[in-house]
């Protein structure tokens, strides 16, 4: 139970709904235990008179109809009570739900990238999803039916042991029983159900992999060994199901099995009793008969419950591994601050701890407010990592990263975000319309603003070309953009935001080379005044910008301006006289 006291602040939040469900609770239960004792007076009214003790015909009539009315009456106040007693306490049982969902999203907000390298993100919705419905079972569930069955346990008890003490014993003994059979049966189930969710997402990932990569199948040619892989997949899946539908059905009959014990033993123990005279009136019995077929429910739940409470427990560990977890990248400024754009690298170091590899030795470089650097090296040598650190996406291993003048982790993190556009190798796309897209970079963009975007991107004529505009939708349930396409919407999305620092991470390498000169030009009208790094694998990218770096393996091996770098031997040079010769 340590795992889910986390739990208890929510708790705390709906005290008040919870305490009122608990009082319904216990209201409803009581209402619901007249009905026995209304059964055993009808039944000795009814005794009483064909035992002559009683004879006028119109007191025994009346009195039967007196209780059928109290019996009607109980029956109903239970059922709207039972009603408000699941309104409030399953209600409850929602809201923390809602609320943990919205605490673990947050958390997932605020943990850095590593986080998601370290974990899957089948783990991550498992925990979202999965793991909190189990706990609210708890929140739910599992606490109504242990306040349902302790009442009706307590106040069933009371009566039962005012009636007949012995009979009382002999009604309850088998009742631990059953609640430990439905306790293995539970884990049983439980077990078993999660190794039929396990396949259940197997073939779901199996099916949407296969379905992402249908081209690769057909164009392979490996229709019949995928269809194979799915049915030994499927067929695995089914004996699981197959195995778990074969424990859930004893559920029931087991259920049903001590039921009967427990009748058959009230109706001897109180049949002998009543013979010899220790118990007074037939009435008792059928009495007896109705509480051991009220209690058989909420003492199965017992093991039911247990259950649940273990498995969430185990759940909510899960979510709180997870929830406290400190993010690694910290904000450590509170205040906000304007941020210009200068920046500077001094003797950088830094290590991917997940793969060990250093992917920056030393770099030291300075890129002034305005200005805009190019960073060029051959694949793998470090340069996504640069951005990657001036995003902070990562903190440096060593050295000094400095913007405007100050330690980047003594930036306010939101500030420093807010002014850094930013365009990735893999432009990512949402299942929205390309309008939505754009407006990603900045929330209350205008149309005008986002055909401006558009054009400077070079993308507005593809745009304007498809049936829809800007509303067409993209992804899975909309059209598919070409990688070039993708690249341009991106940088659109970017240029939407008007940051003081841009940051191209070879958003070019999918547009041909004339593309790629007009939206250098375009974007030498909208970078003006900000800081830009383009970094780029063409030389045609790189030689406008104010200052080159070249980078090999993490380290700068080069640094100049165009004109400078062809005029020096090295892999600058190199680059421009291929790239050159293959555009004759
Ligand atoms: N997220 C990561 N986790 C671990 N190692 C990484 C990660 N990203 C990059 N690396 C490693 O760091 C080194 C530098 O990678 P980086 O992506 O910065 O190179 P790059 O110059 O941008 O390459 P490319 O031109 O192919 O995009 C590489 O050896 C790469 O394998």
Redesign the pocket.
Same mark, same amino acid.
Request: aromatic share 4%; no cysteine.
């Given at each position: 139970m340590k795992e889910l006291q986390h739990l208890n602040k929510y708790f705390l939040k709906y005290k008040s709904r919870l305490l009122f469900g608990i009082l319904i609770t216990i209201i409803a239960r009581i209402f619901l235990l007249f009905t026995p004792q209304l059964i055993r007076k009808s039944i000795n009214v009814v005794d009483d008179y064909r035992n002559g003790l009683v004879t006028d015909m119109t007191i025994v009539k009346t009195e039967l109809f007196e209780n059928i009315l109290y019996i009607i009456g109980a029956a109903l106040v239970a059922g709207v009570f039972t009603f408000l007693m699941r309104q409030t306490i399953i209600n409850v049982s929602r809201f923390i739900e809602f609320d943990l969902k919205n605490e673990i999203y947050q958390q997932y907000q605020k943990l850095s $990238?590593n986080f998601y390298?370290k974990n899957r993100t089948g783990d991550l919705m498992n925990r979202i999803s999965e793991d909190v419905g189990r706990v609210r079972m708890y929140a739910g569930p599992a606490i109504m039916y242990s306040i349902n069955t302790f009442t009706l346990f307590v106040i069933a008890l009371i009566y039962m042991y005012n009636q007949a003490p012995k009979l009382t014993l002999y009604t309850v003994l088998p009742l631990p029983i059953l609640s430990i059979a439905i306790y293995k049966l539970s884990k049983e189930i439980h077990k078993r159900s999660t190794i039929v969710q396990e396949y259940l997402s197997k073939l779901s990932t199996f099916t949407q992999e296969s379905f992402s990569g249908v081209s690769i199948i057909k164009a392979y040619g490996i229709e019949s060994q995928t269809s194979a892989n799915f049915d030994s997949l499927s067929t695995a899946s089914k004996e699981k199901q197959l195995s778990l539908v074969r424990v859930q059905a004893l559920f029931f009959p087991m259920m049903v099995l001590l039921i009967g014990l427990s009748n058959l033993l009230v109706i001897y123990v109180g049949g002998m009793q009543y013979i010899n005279g220790e118990i007074e009136s037939l009435g008792t019995i059928a009495e007896f008969i109705i509480y051991v077929n009220m209690l058989t429910w909420p003492v199965a739940t017992v093991g039911w419950v247990t259950s649940i409470i273990q498995t969430a427990e185990a759940s909510q560990k899960r979510i709180n591994d997870f929830l406290k977890l400190v993010p690694e990248i910290k904000n450590n400024s509170e205040a906000p601050s304007v941020i210009e754009g200068h920046i500077a690298f001094k003797n950088v170091s830094f290590t991917?701890d #997940? /793969?060990n590899?250093e992917? $920056?030795k030393g770099v030291s470089f300075t890129v002034n407010q305005g200005e805009t650097l190019a960073i060029i090296?051959? /694949?793998? +040598?470090?340069? +996504? /990592?640069?951005l990657?650190l001036i995003g902070r996406l990562y903190d440096i291993s060593s050295g000094q990263l400095f913007v405007d003048h100050k330690a980047i982790d003594q930036i306010n993190l939101k500030s420093l975000r807010d002014s850094i556009g930013y365009v990735p190798?893999d432009a990512f796309l949402f299942s929205d319309t390309i309008n939505n897209n754009i407006k990603f970079g900045k929330e209350d963009a205008t149309n005008d603003e986002v055909i401006q975007a558009a054009k400077y991107a070079q993308v507005h004529d593809n745009i304007i070309g498809f049936n829809q505009g800007y509303n067409t939708v993209l992804g899975e349930r909309g059209i598919t953009l070409s990688g070039g396409q993708k690249q341009r919407v991106s940088i659109a999305r970017a240029i939407i935001k008007a940051p003081q620092i841009l940051l191209f #991470? #070879?958003c070019l390498s999918a547009v041909d080379t004339e593309t790629e000169e007009k939206i250098l030009n375009n974007l030498k009208k909208v970078t003006k005044g900000k800081t830009t790094i383009i970094?780029s694998?063409r030389v045609s990218s790189a030689k406008n910008a104010n200052k080159i770096i070249v $980078?090999d393996d993490?380290k700068i091996v080069q640094h100049g301006t165009h004109e400078s770098l062809i005029q020096n031997p090295g892999y600058y040079k190199d680059l421009y006289l291929k790239q050159s010769s293959e555009k004759v």
């Open positions: $990238l390298k991917y #997940d /793969t590899i992917a $920056l090296g051959k /694949t793998g +040598s470090g340069k +996504s /990592t640069i990657d190798q #991470d #070879d970094v694998h $980078l993490g």
